[in-house]
């Protein structure tokens, strides 16, 4: 039996006169028919979110947690099927799915026992003052496609902990998880507390626009993001940012290569590096470059092939669609048509027979301000840079859409440490690849973001700090 999916609004299940099917990454069959919001169910469901808030807001921290242990216990019971769903949108193994469910699931107890407390800022024999804080209304969430629903989720239970009220706008190529996970959740909460709606750039358009949204917390490209941004400021509407990430990583010339090797192959072409916070530039010190280099490609070759059947617990899958698809070939075509130095993979044309497949690909010593090296590919290919000099690696690492994350390997720990913070991210990983922790804040500097989320401080963007000042 075919699934069938449905936008969510007031808890109520509605399809659309204009629909859209996804592309299966790995076969490039089309999926199921998703029916398109319009513009008259966006102002439905933030006119049910607006009424649902005027209750939900007065609800107590504690009510919230309990609800979310609700949520997670759904993700739970429907765990296979929503498996199913994302390894088929986003061509992702049936493992490597899993991760996306088990990871929501954490989420919500996470924050089942995380919340913004109460607190004095200040007191003497006159006054007491005390913070506290409020929800700010509506929250607009525009969702990525490479980590659909756990990306979606951090957003939806940071909103709902909080005492906001949450649209949720999944990615057009990658909607079903998200949306069938929502209407499994009616019941749960109040109506027109969490809400579902797809669609595509003019749906966003609408959220970041609309003086009923109090907040919009996106993730995708800089370049988007600086529209949304834009957007928001004429309603001045709180924005949290989560852009792209050209993240370098650092192998010094004491790194334990036993460790560092997998560790780095990991974080490069763990999902074929669609990830916002892979490795995607290896600066390697000159003294262990080939000998890192050779056991790089051996790792590679030996762990992240190509496995076309999904039920292979492979941690190494298709590029998501075939936008980005296109994006990764002609980065790979221009470092062959400049005469990069390509070690292992390479090959764009006819790698299967169908599906959205690329090898993992290594260059060797492509020049600094190559196109691989300059911009974030957020795909499978990977390029393997030399450096001597402290300063100047630190340097070369910085760059403006490089402040998402980073990693830094080295047995000698004070040296690691030393280089972590001169690294102009908002996150650096000593001798592990980059996963971000839920109860670490997650933000990216300068070009990569603008705000962050996850953790208690990242409540904060969810909620208006208000002081209550007492007179004694």
Request: proline share 5%; aromatic share 8%.
């Amino acid at each position: 039996m075919q699934p069938q999916f449905f936008n969510v609004i007031n808890d109520e299940l509605r399809g659309s006169e204009k629909t859209h099917a996804v592309t299966d990454p790995r076969t490039e069959e089309d999926l199921w028919s998703c029916p398109i919001a319009t513009a008259d169910d966006f102002e439905d469901a933030v006119a049910a979110a607006q009424k649902a808030f005027t209750s939900w807001s007065l609800s107590t921290v504690l009510e919230r947690q309990a609800l979310l242990v609700k949520l997670a216990d759904v993700l739970e019971e429907h765990a296979d099927e929503l498996t199913d769903i994302l390894a088929k949108e986003t061509g992702k193994s049936q493992a490597l799915a899993s991760f996306d469910i088990k990871g929501s699931i954490a989420q919500c107890l996470y924050y089942s026992k995380t919340s913004l407390e109460d607190e004095v800022q200040f007191e003497d024999e006159t006054q007491k003052v005390v913070a506290t804080h409020i929800p700010l209304g509506i929250v607009g969430a525009i969702c990525p496609w490479n980590f659909p629903l756990i990306l979606a989720n951090m957003k939806v239970v940071s909103s709902i902990v909080t005492g906001n009220c949450i649209i949720v706008k999944p990615s057009p190529f990658t909607p079903y998880a998200v949306m069938k996970w929502i209407e499994l959740s009616r019941g749960i909460l109040p109506p027109g507390v969490l809400q579902v709606l797809n669609g595509g750039a003019d749906l966003g358009v609408l959220m970041t626009s609309h003086p009923g949204i109090a907040k919009i917390t996106f993730t995708g490209t800089i370049a988007t993001g600086k529209r949304v941004l834009a957007s928001c400021a004429k309603t001045l509407k709180k924005v949290t940012l989560e852009l792209a990430g050209n993240d370098a990583c650092i192998v010094c010339p004491d790194a334990d290569l036993d460790h560092t090797v997998p560790s780095v192959a990991g974080g490069g072409f763990f999902h074929a590096g669609q990830v916002c916070v892979a490795s995607k530039r290896i600066y390697v010190h000159e003294s262990i470059y080939d000998e890192f280099l050779d056991r790089l490609v051996k790792e590679v070759e030996r762990s992240y092939t190509i496995q076309e059947d999904a039920k292979v617990p492979s941690m190494f899958g298709p590029v998501s669609n075939r936008m980005q698809y296109d994006v990764v070939k002609g980065i790979v075509e221009d470092c062959k048509k400049n005469g990069y130095n390509i070690v292992t993979g390479g090959k764009t044309q006819a790698v299967t027979a169908k599906g959205f497949w690329l090898p993992p690909t290594i260059v060797s010593d492509p020049p600094e301000d190559s196109w691989l090296v300059q911009e974030e590919q957020f795909g499978p290919i990977l390029p393997i840079l030399r450096w001597s000099d402290e300063d100047d690696v630190i340097k070369r690492s910085n760059l403006a859409n490089a402040g998402l994350g980073a990693s830094v390997y080295s047995t000698d720990l004070a040296q690691a440490e030393r280089i972590a913070r001169r690294l102009e991210a908002g996150g650096v990983w000593i001798n592990q690849a980059e996963r971000p922790n839920m109860g670490a804040f997650f933000s990216g500097l300068k070009d990569s973001g603008f705000g962050g989320e996850m953790g208690k401080q990242g409540l904060l963007s969810y909620a208006y700090t208000k002081c209550l000042h007492f007179a004694k």
